[in-house]
Each structure stands twice: as structure tokens, then as C-alpha cells.
């Protein structure tokens, strides 16, 4: 197959953030599919800023192993503020659909949401070059953004809405990360013979108990003889930093007890400030560490904290992060309710807590932390778990299963049926 994919922040293991997308196209690759990834400039989690005048950034090449990659202008600033995430939005948006213009026809377009604008600029380009669209939905646009209190304007929303709508009319197949969306989305009425499941996965070569690796983190960063509480993603609105901030306060007497928070986000100055305002000597807030030296990390933690806000549509989540824990048999304490609670109970690999609950929370990291064989057990399980329902290899041949059956058939979207929802 010949085989397009639209991602906005397209990295390798060596940058912090997950690396889905390169993992998936590197494994197309490898089984002899023609693989093109059109992208913006920076990775989620980076915040390194282009040496190169803007001219010279309209659009470069690279070779990636056997996968061509198309970088085209992305305004870089994203982290600053949800304005500057907007213009990186909308600047990819454009450049990447120009970029997805110059590259000869191929079989099928692959496109990974959020965000949605850049997605529907490529979904544009499919329909005029009759190109067949499948759509990855990580993420539930606009309605996260709406029930997290970031999107208010009703015209936005409107716009937004109808976009999402063509893009899943327009689509000849729909990807979801977890069973939520796609009862979110088969509940509006797509039916369910479009929409697949294939979730996260893990490769264990690189993500696995690493203990001499933890003896050597524990070492550099000076946490002998510390109990490490870890947080390891995004510090964004959505991951509900606050409440783990709060339980730390609770926790603060107890002098062997250190709360780590390894990211980068929309928060992270925020979450500094605030730790340096309440004097929370028991809080390291650390930079985003590579994919590829994540399970030392996580291998050094006693505990480890999977946390979002309490909405209703994070109840279909799940976030890398939890099986990524699971993964390097760490103990988790889940502040999520739904899909990532069940898998955390089915596999008996932690424990769960209400979202907003510091108490609870605190109380459990106390009692974890003083039962050493319960968090040995927790973890065992957890990572028995996912190495029998969480294998990246088996995700990536689901997904190249679905993307060979759009390719043979030729499936494009029905104009009559476009706009009917």
C-alpha cells in the first residue's frame, strides 16, 4: 500500500510524549508498505524552537529508516498559551494540507485527531483528489475541550461540530484509542461497522522493570532513601495536576515521601509557581524525559499517578500513561473514572480513588508506601496484564488490517450522505 499520514506531532523515541504514530509507521514500513508523514515541526511535548528563517520552513524532507517525512511551517509556541496552541493548530492546518497536495496520489490517507482543524484541511485534500480518509480519533472534539471549560464560544463550538460531523461522514473507516469514543460516536448514529477499536500498546523491549536503570536514576537525582510518588505526561488542564499538589500538602510531614512530576504542558509554570509558593519541599517538577529512558523512570517510582479531571467523556479514557505504568510493574493509583478504572480493577494492578478526593488520596499513597508486599503483588499484576491484552505488535497489525481492507475496496466518502447528521 501506499499509504499517507497526517499527524501533527510526528517523533521518535528519543523526544519526550508518546510516539504512537512513529511507531506505527515504522512498522508499515518495515512490511513493505510505502509509507509518507506529513507533519508539523515540534513534538507535544518539545519545546524546541526552529533555528531555520520561516522561508526555509515551508516545507523539508527527511528520511526517517524507510519512511519519508514531509515537515511543513508550524508556528512552534504552543506551550505559551491556548492562543499560541490555536496558531499552531491553524498554521499546520494549512501547511500540512499543502504539503499533502505536493506528494503523488496514494492508496489511502491515515489521520490522527486531535487536533481537528489540520485533520479536516487533510480530509479537503482527500476529497479532491478522491482519496480514500481514515480518521484516528484519540480525543473527542470539540466536547472535551467544551467540558473541560476551554471552549465557550457557541459559534466555535457550532464550528467545530460540523466539522467533526463531515470528517466522520467523509471517512471510509473511524479508529478509536478506546471503547468510549466509539460508544460516544455510535451513539450519535455512525454505524458501528465504521468505527474500530485499536488502543494503545506496548513494546516491551523498550518499556519494562528496569531496576539497575532505577538504582542509577535514584542515585543521579539524590532519592535514596526516598518513598518516590511519580506523575509521568502532560501537565496540561486536563490531567488535574491540582489534586495531586493537594495531597502532597497533606503528605508533607512525612520527610521520606517525595512527589515527582516528570512533563511539560500548558500548566507546568503554573504548577512551578505553585509549588515554590507553598513551599512544597517535597515536589520535584521535572523536565519531559525521552520515550526510550521512560522505564527508568518509571522503574524508579514506588507509586505511580494516572489523574484527569472529572468530566463525563474522560470516563471512556485511557491514557498511555496507565499501561505504560502497568508496563514497567509499577502500582498505580487511578484518579479516573470508567474504561482506565476497569482495566486498573480487571487486572488488580492498583488501586482506584475519586477524582478530586486529596484525602483518599493521600491516605493511599500512605498505605501503599508502608506495604511493600502489596505493591510488589499490584505491580506483578499489571504488568501480567498487558503483556497479554496491551501488545503494541498485535495493535499495529489490527490497524494494518483495517487500512488494507479501505485500501483494496477503494472506499471514499458517499456526497450524498455527507451532512446528514
Not at 471552549?151 to 466522520?168: D, G, P, S, V
Request: a positive charge.
Amino acid at each position: 500500500m501506499r499509504i499517507a499520514i497526517v499527524y501533527q506531532y510526528y517523533q521518535g523515541t528519543g523526544a519526550p510524549g508518546h510516539s504512537l504514530i512513529y511507531e506505527l509507521a515504522q512498522f508499515l514500513a518495515g512490511r513493505g508498505h510505502e509509507v509518507t508523514v506529513v507533519s508539523g515541526e515540534t513534538g507535544y511535548m518539545q519545546r524546541d524552537t526552529p533555528n531555520l528563517p520561516w522561508y526555509r520552513r515551508l516545507r523539508r524532507e527527511e528520511r526517517d529508516g524507510q519512511v519519508r517525512v514531509l515537515r511543513t511551517f508550524t508556528y512552534s509556541e504552543l506551550h505559551r498559551s491556548y492562543l499560541g496552541r490555536l496558531l499552531s493548530f491553524a498554521s499546520f492546518s494549512l501547511s500540512g494540507a499543502v504539503g499533502l497536495l505536493t506528494i503523488d496520489k496514494v492508496d489511502l490517507v491515515l489521520a490522527s485527531s486531535p487536533p481537528i482543524f489540520p485533520i479536516f484541511a487533510a480530509a479537503l485534500v482527500c476529497r479532491i483528489r478522491r482519496t480514500p480518509l481514515v480518521i484516528e480519533v484519540r480525543d473527542l472534539w470539540p466536547e472535551s475541550a467544551v467540558q473541560m471549560g476551554i471552549l465557550k464560544n457557541r459559534t466555535l463550538i457550532r464550528i467545530m461540530a460540523w466539522m467533526e460531523r463531515r470528517l466522520y461522514d467523509q471517512s471510509a473507516r473511524i479508529v478509536t484509542l478506546t471503547e468510549g469514543i466509539r460508544d460516544d460516536i455510535c451513539g450519535r448514529g455512525w454505524p458501528a461497522n465504521k468505527v474500530d477499536v485499536v488502543t494503545c500498546g506496548v513494546d516491551f523491549d523498550r518499556l519494562y522493570p528496569d531496576p539497575q536503570g532505577a538504582a542509577l536514576v535514584r542515585s543521579a537525582r539524590g532519592w535514596e532513601g526516598k518513598r518516590v510518588v511519580m506523575y509521568f505526561g502532560a501537565l496540561g488542564e486536563a490531567n488535574n495536576i491540582p489534586v495531586i499538589l493537594r495531597a502532597a500538602r497533606s503528605l508533607r510531614e512525612r520527610g521520606d515521601v517525595l512527589f515527582v512530576l516528570v512533563g511539560d504542558g500548558l500548566r507546568r509554570q503554573a504548577i512551578e509557581q505553585e509549588v515554590a509558593a507553598d513551599d512544597l519541599a517535597n515536589v520535584v517538577v521535572l523536565p519531559p524525559v525521552a520515550k526510550h529512558q521512560a522505564r527508568v523512570y518509571l522503574s524508579a517510582a514506588d507509586v505511580c499517578l494516572v489523574t484527569l479531571k472529572d468530566i463525563p467523556l474522560f470516563d471512556g479514557a485511557i491514557p498511555t500513561k496507565l499501561i505504560d505504568y502497568m508496563a514497567c510493574a509499577r502500582p498505580v493509583l487511578c484518579g479516573i473514572r470508567g474504561e482506565a478504572r476497569r482495566i486498573l480493577d480487571t487486572a488488580q494492578a492498583g488501586l482506584g480513588f475519586e477524582p478530586d478526593d486529596d484525602r483518599q488520596l493521600g491516605r493511599l499513597i500512605s498505605e501503599l508506601l508502608d506495604d511493600e508486599r502489596c505493591r510488589e503483588r499490584l505491580g506483578a499484576n499489571g504488568l501480567a496484564f498487558v503483556r497479554s491484552h496491551f501488545a503494541a505488535e498485535r495493535m499495529r497489525q489490527r490497524m494494518e488490517s483495517i487500512l488494507r481492507m479501505v485500501a483494496e475496496t477503494g472506499s471514499v466518502s458517499n456526497p450524498a450522505a455527507d451532512g446528514l447528521r
